[in-house]
């Protein structure tokens, strides 16, 4: 196990957040800080020493793929409504350089997503060398919210699961290492954070009245999510559950997460593969 | 002519850079900052606010899209090497929230790209409603490098900035503001900055011996871009050229650059298109 670089974490929350066998969604408390023993003020150095920190082997991780290294990183989000997956986009993703990401937001899948397999959209978004690819949902909407609303028949939504684990390792055996997180909120918080985007103004475009549809259908969800963790947190893949009450704590996890799977790269400026002092002359004479 | 909102420009850049009619490339003062009055050290603060301002502004230019403004924004980045142009993604582009960035790297065309109409490749990328799409190099590779090294037939290329220009008010017509920008260094600039690339070992992965083959045609190059300038700075998309020797003043000038593009769309956040109340008391009964 690798001791995290950033000198904040009490425990390494990579562990403490990880699904293992046995692991019970419900048991998880929603407004816990596993790992963390900073209050919010301190945690905006901490995301900012972070930053720095994944920033700088994100830099060297592309330098790579220039040279030959062909591993990606594939950060997968799934949440209920409201539980943060902008905010880690924003706040996480974006404090790295955009020219290393390549992010995508999955939508309701259209007419020609819908004549394919599930993970034909899925693949033509799979990050290429030295890229980490964000997934903002992702195949697992084809067993979270095509189970609680019936989208396809049970024995259809029962193969996937084994599908994506195959898919998945796939992935893992061609380069790209999966860092799968669910950011975990309780009902309470949710109903506060969309009573606030119809509070405000500036949050109005933020709320689809399908938000409450779908808030009504809480305990099929966990469910369903409870099932997602039981088949498919792989040896390979492993799912991880960010209490995301305090949005905070989450980004911090999440930030943790990345650079915890760089530094287990063993990263390096690649060598030069051209003579440098032979182009230092031709450098001066140009 | 709107006056910058940012407090720290003396004059308008966004008028100071525009290349009009008359302009001559190599009359430019590749080490001046028209329009700031600061200093590098000056110049951090001032990105920062500039940061702010911009990712107001993107988040209610993205927000009004999901209320069905259709507009977007192109940014065209086109230098000689070690300009500045991933310094400009990194620093300023990076600034805001990625989820409403569409940015794309065009290198050499491939083989299929090349099977089709230069503007092909081109068509794919151009940014959705309420994107700020960001071209790292462009359609104006087909007129640069192809004519510096003569990779079409000379009538080929004298067609092309026609068809661009036909093309870019296609975009314009159609709701796309596009921010063309040249990054304007000296050859002395460019020597200082390819060798730092040489003598650091951190740096050596930029560094490409191609970069000097192309450097040995400098020449060719300003006058294969002052083409561009007389050809294609049209009153539907003109081109800005950003003196870039100051690595601040360049990201400052371009920060500006958008940030006036987005304010003279006069945004507002977009209206609530359900009813607020009734929607209050469904949250309140779920």
Chains 1, 2 share one sequence.
């Not at 150095?45 to 062909?70: C, N, P, W």
């Not at 020219?99 to 007419?111: D, E, L, R, S, V």
């Not at 669910?182 to 309470?188: D, G, Q, R, T, Y």
Request: proline content about 5%; cysteine-free; aromatic content about 10%.
């Amino acid at each position: 196990m690798t001791a995290p670089t950033e000198g904040f974490w009490g425990d390494d929350p990579s562990r403490l957040l990880r699904v293992d066998e046995g692991f019970v969604l419900a048991e998880v408390d929603t407004d816990s800080r596993p790992g963390f023993d900073g209050d919010k003020r301190s945690s905006e150095s901490a995301l900012a020493e972070g930053a720095a920190i994944l920033s700088k082997l994100q830099e060297m991780f592309f330098a790579g793929s220039t040279a030959g290294d062909t591993r990606s990183v594939l950060l997968v989000l799934q949440a209920m409504d409201t539980a943060g997956k902008g905010g880690i986009v924003r706040h996480v993703v974006g404090a790295v350089d955009p020219q290393g990401i390549a992010h995508y937001a999955f939508k309701a899948p259209t007419k020609e997503e819908l004549e394919h397999d599930f993970l034909w959209r899925i693949r033509k978004r799979i990050p290429g060398a030295g890229k980490i690819g964000v997934f903002d949902r992702s195949h697992y909407e084809d067993v979270l919210i095509a189970r609680v609303r019936e989208l396809a028949a049970p024995d259809v939504i029962d193969k996937r699961y084994g599908t994506i684990n195959d898919f998945e390792q796939e992935l893992v055996d061609n380069g790209t290492t999966i860092v799968k997180v669910m950011l975990h909120i309780s009902a309470e918080e949710q109903k506060a954070r969309l009573a606030e985007r119809l509070d405000r103004a500036d949050k109005n475009w933020k709320y689809n009245p399908g938000d409450v549809d779908e808030r009504l259908l809480w305990p099929a969800y966990q469910d369903a999510y409870q099932l997602v963790f039981d088949r498919t947190s792989t040896t390979a893949a492993p799912w991880h559950v960010v209490p995301a009450d305090s949005k905070w704590y989450a980004r911090l996890a999440v930030q943790h997460l990345l650079i915890d799977t760089l530094q287990r790269f063993g990263l390096a400026w690649p060598p030069a593969d051209f003579d440098v002092e032979a182009e230092k002359m031709r450098l001066a004479a140009s």
